[in-house]
């Protein structure tokens, strides 16, 4: 008999259960009181709800009594729509009764196992009628729990619909996910759980996203409107989008990764090889988006394994085909898939390591079926030839059945639920657009060339596009230029900002050709608010030449249009880190607001290009705008600008190495916030005062100021500015020679920096603490982190990093002629990297010395398996 791979086996425990770890749903207690009674009179369950609303947690909560009060073991089956044979299949292997390929000529086993131990029975997915049907007939005398997205019909069972939460409890989920203790935003959390619907799911995902962006209730209540104006009040759409538009490239890429997978899930192995990130580095980042809601992250046969929520999926499969980039990761699945069976076939765990994807590999050869590349399941089957003794003796005889049966061309068991949906016998295959009837096609002709400017926008884009094309073909250039128009505003309208700049760019370009001066400047007033307004200058400015278009203006003498294309630069070049461009451009803006003698103009620009400077290490030049603004923000009694002034000048004179004069402009800073209740930029300038506080040498006030912001930070939930507080404490104690606490308050920031999976400032912090433990005389620890620090330098290609780091840890080595060798390892790697860097010259002679001393005093050589890379990760692995 084959090694046991417990994937499908019974569970004895609630941490055992394929899901991430839940608590007990708020609001639910009467709900769960009726369906456990209705489990002990025999009743099979079947919940139903929309997606999110929470069905899985109550079946999650009704599992965790079965197991804890009754003492009763549990079987859990994830659903996709599944046949009869395969919950048998699985329900034989949940007690160690395997089947053969056909799993229906051994219910009569199952009944009898299921009988014995009597468990409850959870189907959590999808399944059809017909199925659970004939299943619960095998499962009779044990209670079921099915959770689905819609009632089931005409079966003896019960369906019991799972809806939104009450307003009370919502409110109370919400603020449980955000960490808000008192009520002090309740009418704001109130108005977003109206907006949300009170669905579960909706309300956490939003909750976290309010975290992330660092917002209050009032603040994110008007970023969940404009997202829901954007997704047509889809609640869960508007949610997901803010959630997913909050995290980092790294963060996105990998969710897309899994989202491009056929069942929205996969293991942490498949996903290193599919995306190429250390395997340690996505459970990290996984972490992180489990909190967030996005991801369920549990174990399966003792590894990571992470699992996309079916709104997450659906969501991130359509934000990739909208951009395009759907198939090419397919692709990369595809081939994933094979490159996954050559290498695993050679590992010693090699079939555990197939079984955790057993079921996405013959959902990605069934999806690769229909798109006539049925080969991947003949390779697939040949890559399991190896294993088929070994497959059929765990029971897995019916999916190499289904993985024949797809090679032989046979039909899928299931389409995609986004595709098999909706779909009627006369539609019009996938990849081909439905053709109107000949008497339609010129109905709708008819139609929009009827239609004058206003009504367009009441048309969708394609229908746009298809007009435009007739127009084209015509020659009508009028009409087509009222169509480009309709489509720009419609685009702003469905928040496509970035599209309706590229169309307002190709209006620019026609009106440029016909010398329309009318026309241009029209666009050109659409365009430049459009830009200052949104967040997708950077390309925009790729797609236009803004600067041909401020000469035109000029040339019109066209002033406020001048000022706005102007404004429209600068932040194309701030976003695009060209600081030193930007304080040209704000110079031109602040010579044209003096010109028309704007006074609100003038104190905005002289506060941008303050912050400009500094930024650009121009800290002298900075203060000559900070000295000017301030006054003007006095005389206009504009305390916010004055505040940002006076915090910019406190900046530069820290800079300059002034640190009692910063202090001072700080302390002013901080009046004025708090005379505003500015609780967040309150916490922010307590840091930077603390910090100057450190350099002026009054260390007890530099304390008791990064105190102060620190529990300020934590109460804001703003994690990465905490992390900066704990550095600043670090720098303090490090400063008073107190290793220990210097050393606590980096491990803090350490660790925080890992929570956001941000790995430059994990990188600096490794590297500090390498420094600090140094100091301590804590030699193997420094070492440790040191080798981390090498670790995350190799993952972000930062050569400098690697650089620095390898001379740091081959001083530390040369501590001991016993660890010449792998000095002489990391060395010469980091010189293929600089090989005119002096540090590591000098230390390569060093080392080739003490390797000649070693062998003369017949000292042994440690060595390392593997590269300098492979040493680096050794220690982070471990860690």
């Given amino acids: 008999m084959a090694e046991r791979i417990a994937l499908d086996a019974v569970v004895h425990s609630v941490e055992e259960l394929p899901l991430r770890r839940l608590g007990r749903p708020l609001g639910r207690d009467e709900l769960l009181r009726s369906l456990l009674l209705r489990l002990r009179q025999g009743q099979l369950l079947v919940l139903h709800g929309a997606p999110g609303s929470g069905k899985t947690t109550v079946a999650a909560t009704i599992a965790n009594v079965y197991l804890k009060q009754h003492n009763r073991p549990v079987v859990w089956i994830s659903c996709g729509n599944p046949t009869l044979s395969e919950l048998v299949a699985r329900a034989a292997r949940a007690f160690d009764q395997p089947v053969g390929e056909d799993p229906l000529q051994h219910v009569g086993e199952v009944r009898s196992q299921l009988a014995q131990h009597k468990p409850l029975v959870l189907l959590d997915g999808q399944i059809e009628a017909s199925a659970l049907a004939s299943f619960s007939e095998v499962c009779a005398g044990c209670p079921t729990v099915v959770t689905s997205e819609r009632p089931l019909p005409e079966g003896d069972w019960r369906n019991q619909p799972i809806g939104g939460l009450a307003q009370s409890d919502a409110i109370a989920l919400f603020k449980q996910k955000a960490g808000l203790k008192d009520n002090a935003a309740d009418a704001a959390i109130q108005a977003i759980v109206a907006l949300l619907n009170n669905g579960a799911f909706a309300l956490s995902l939003a909750a976290r996203s309010m975290i992330i962006a660092r917002q209050t209730p009032g603040d994110f209540q008007a970023t969940l409107q404009d997202s829901l104006e954007s997704h047509g009040g889809d609640a869960l759409s508007a949610a997901l989008s803010i959630s997913f538009g909050g995290l980092n490239d790294r963060l996105r890429d990998l969710l897309l990764f899994l989202g491009a997978t056929l069942r929205g899930e996969a293991s942490a192995a498949f996903l290193n090889m599919l995306s190429g990130f250390a395997v340690d580095s996505i459970d990290m980042s996984m972490t992180i988006l489990s909190r967030l809601f996005l991801v369920e992250r549990f174990q399966r046969a003792g590894a990571p394994y992470y699992r996309l929520h079916p709104v997450v999926h659906a969501y991130l499969k359509d934000w990739a085909l909208e951009r395009q980039r759907l198939d090419a990761l397919r692709a990369d699945i595809i081939d994933t898939t094979l490159d996954y069976l050559d290498a695993q076939l050679n590992m010693e765990d090699a079939l555990r390591l197939l079984l955790v994807e057993m079921d996405n590999l013959i959902a990605t050869a069934d999806w690769a079926r229909t798109q006539a590349a049925t080969e991947l399941a003949a390779d697939i089957l040949a890559a399991l030839v190896p294993l088929d003794s070994q497959l059929r003796e765990a029971g897995y005889g019916y999916e190499l059945c289904r993985l024949a049966a797809i090679r032989a061309g046979e039909p899928p068991t299931v389409a995609e639920p986004d595709e098999a949906e909706g779909e009627s016998a006369d539609s019009p295959a996938p990849d081909e657009p439905a053709q109107p009837q000949d008497g339609d096609e010129a109905a709708a002709d008819e139609q929009l060339d009827s239609l004058d400017e206003v009504d367009l926008q009441a048309v969708n884009i394609d229908q746009l596009r298809t007009a435009l094309h007739v127009a084209s073909q015509n020659k009508e250039e009028p009409r087509q230029l009222q169509i480009l128009k309709a489509i720009a505003r419609l685009q702003v309208s469905q928040g496509s900002e970035s599209d309706a700049i590229a169309t307002y760019g190709e209006l620019l370009d026609r009106y440029e050709s016909n010398a329309d001066a009318e026309g241009l400047l029209e666009v050109l007033d659409k365009l430049a608010g459009l830009l200052v307004s949104s967040d997708s200058a950077p390309d925009a400015m790729q797609q236009i030449d803004l600067r041909s278009a401020l000469t035109f203006a000029r040339q019109h003498k066209d002033a406020p249009r001048v000022l706005q294309i102007l404004e429209a630069v600068g932040k194309v070049q701030i976003e695009q ?262 540090e590591l010259t000098r230390l390569n002679d060093e080392v080739a010395s003490a390797k000649d001393r070693a062998a003369a005093r017949g000292i042994a050589l440690q060595v390392v398996a593997g590269s300098a890379q492979d040493y680096a990760a050794y220690a982070y692995r471990d860690n």
Wanted: charged residues 30%.
């Fill in 577 to 838: 880190g060209r600081e030193k461009e930007a304080v040209g451009t704000y110079r031109e803006v602040l010579a044209l607001q003096e010109n028309n003698d704007d006074q609100a103009g003038i104190l905005e620009a002289l506060d941008m290009l303050a912050g400009l400077l500094l930024r650009s290490g121009s800290a002298i030049s900075a203060l000559d705008y900070v000295q000017r603004g301030v006054p003007l923000a006095q005389d206009l009694e504009n305390e916010e600008a004055e505040m940002f002034l006076l915090l910019a000048g406190g900046d530069a004179h820290k800079a300059l190495g002034e640190a009692t004069i910063a202090v001072e402009a700080y302390e002013q800073a901080l009046v004025l916030a708090r005379s505003r209740d500015d609780s967040q930029n309150e916490a922010l300038i307590l840091y930077k005062l603390g910090m100057a506080y450190l350099d002026a040498g009054a260390v007890r006030r530099a304390i008791e100021m990064l105190e102060d912001a620190n529990d300020r930070f934590k109460q804001q939930g703003k994690r990465d500015l905490e992390s900066k507080v704990l550095r600043g404490l670090g720098e303090v104690n490090h400063r008073l020679q107190r290793w220990s606490e210097a050393i606590g308050f980096h491990a803090s920031a350490l660790y925080i920096a890992r929570e956001l999976g941000d790995r430059e400032t994990e990188a600096a912090q490794l590297r500090l603490l390498g420094q600090l433990l140094l100091q301590a005389e804590r030699i193997p620890e420094a070492l440790t982190r040191f080798r981390e620090a090498l670790h995350v330098a190799y993952e972000l290609d930062d050569a400098q990093q690697i650089v620095g780091v390898i001379v740091e840890i081959v001083t530390l080595l040369s501590r001991s002629l016993s660890h010449a060798s792998i000095a002489e390892l990391l060395v010469n790697d980091g010189l293929q990297r600089d090989p005119d860097n002096r």
